[in-house]
């Protein structure tokens, strides 16, 4: 999660797009959300897709492929799922537009399929048919109904954002406020 956090301020500092007083505001709704992150119990077991992912193809001798950033195991209707989780903490609104212009819904469903397909290669897991977005909290809304739209008519996963703080409270991870 700290890495998530580091890439989404990392993009904010570089995104030429954004005018310095909404850069200052988004990185500071970041900063503060952090936090919540540290409250991670040791104990909980999540795989980092991106290291993973860059294990498999080595070995594969295949070039570095896209993948989601977290893989989480969870209980879903009563079984044992990998949860895919994306972080794109460097979103930031568009100076009072209501569209997000990142991530491109295509982009986000291409990792969840390349990731499956490294995932169930060997043998069929269970997958969690929903992948979580996670996005800063000042964005969640805007990508909630940017992202509802598309995941009417995709037949592969259904993404759904969420920030941090729901992310962790969803895996059942407490956190302070």
């Not at 030429?16 to 988004?26: K, P, Q």
């Not at 954002?161 to 059942?172: E, M, Q, S, V």
Request: hydrophobic share 40%; net charge negative; aromatic share 6%.
């Amino acid at each position: 999660m700290q890495k998530m956090f580091d890439e989404g301020i990392s993009a904010l500092d570089t995104n030429e797009d954004l005018d310095e007083t909404v850069r200052a505001v988004a990185r500071n709704d970041l900063e503060q959300e952090r936090p919540a992150c540290n409250e991670i119990a040791d104990s909980l077991y999540v795989v980092n897709g991106d290291a993973w992912s860059n294990r498999i193809d080595a070995e594969a001798g295949q070039p570095f492929a896209k993948s989601v950033d977290l893989l989480v195991p969870v209980e879903e209707d009563g079984s044992s799922s990998i949860l895919f989780v994306e972080g794109k903490l460097g979103l930031a609104p568009r100076e009072r537009r209501s569209r997000l212009r990142n991530p491109r819904y295509a982009d986000v469903v291409e990792k969840y399929c390349a990731t499956k397909s490294k995932v169930c290669r060997e043998h069929p897991v269970m997958l969690c048919r929903t992948m979580n977005l996670i996005v800063p909290a000042a964005v969640r809304e805007v990508a909630r109904n940017t992202f509802s739209r598309r995941n009417m008519t995709n037949q592969v996963c259904s993404i759904m954002p969420i920030d941090a703080r729901g992310f962790l409270f969803g895996i059942g991870v407490p956190t302070v406020n």
